[in-house]
């Protein structure tokens, strides 16, 4: 209802079963002006548990920051988007997912009925747990890297310095398996993985509040994504089946692709350079 009340028309409920239980994975879509069936997925679970819910499974768990904060940043994403009358080029797709915290289970659906209907992702951009900072001078944002992604790890860095206030670090944990952004990952999608640089204090408690988050840091996060599904969702597609060939000659590449069918692409730009040892 949220998502229908900034304006958009195509939102639906996918449901799966965990656990003999009926789950459901909220999907908003804004639809691209070029390329309607390609799409910038911009995520974030909304489920939350608290340590005692092994032996409870109804005591309190307020999960203000995991992860309201980053199923409340997706919300939020998309209603800037909308509020600014924004069109993007290929599709912007919404998703709040189920049972992230009992093992990823909406987004494992998700992914791989995205990947069994051969659904063209350029790009998943995940939130878990971004509001938490006590550090009223130095933010910090961490990106989880993973392989397959650097490219646009390194463009994010860009964008992040010309839109907002953040200093950005790497996470040491490559590939992370403990957020929704994994099930994409194993699937061979993109990824781009926001998290808080200050890990929450109050995690997976009682006491994961609203009056222990930090709103502005997490609003400030909130831009630095904004802008990667804009800015990523206007770049042209990559050239297919990029191959470097030697010739033999000693002194000779050849490069050959096949060209992406762009109205917007007139050409591509080839750089090369020599190194020495």
Request: aromatic share 14%; with cysteine.
């Amino acid at each position: 209802n949220r998502f229908i009340s900034f304006g958009i028309n195509d939102v639906q409920l996918q449901s799966f079963v965990w656990d003999n239980t009926d789950q459901y994975n909220v999907v908003a879509t804004i639809p691209g002006t070029l390329y309607p069936k390609q799409y910038i997925i911009v995520g974030g679970h909304h489920d939350s548990i608290t340590y005692n819910q092994s032996i409870d499974p109804f005591v309190f768990a307020p999960g203000a920051d995991d992860n309201g904060s980053g199923s409340g940043g997706t919300l939020e994403i998309a209603r800037v988007i909308m509020q600014s009358g924004y069109q993007p080029k290929c599709s912007i797709r919404f998703v709040t997912f189920a049972a992230e915290e009992f093992g990823l289970w909406g987004s494992k659906y998700y992914a791989s009925t995205a990947f069994e209907q051969q659904e063209q992702i350029r790009l998943m951009i995940n939130h878990d747990m971004i509001a938490n900072n006590n550090n009223p001078e130095n933010w910090n944002l961490v990106l989880q890297p993973y392989d397959g992604s650097e490219i646009y790890n390194y463009y994010t860095l860009q964008l992040i310095n010309q839109y907002t206030n953040l200093s950005v670090y790497y996470s040491s944990n490559v590939n992370g398996s403990n957020s929704d952004s994994y099930s994409f990952w194993q699937k061979g999608y993109n990824i781009l993985y926001f998290k808080e640089y200050e890990f929450s204090p109050h995690y997976h408690s009682v006491n994961d509040i609203v009056q222990n988050i930090n709103p502005d840091y997490c609003a400030e996060i909130i831009k630095a994504s904004t802008a990667c599904a804009v800015r990523f969702s206007e770049i042209p597609l990559a050239p297919i089946n990029l191959a470097v060939r030697d010739t033999g000659d000693g002194s000779s590449l050849i490069v050959t692709w096949e060209s992406a069918s762009e109205q917007v692409l007139d050409h591509y730009n080839l750089y090369y350079s020599t190194v020495s040892g």
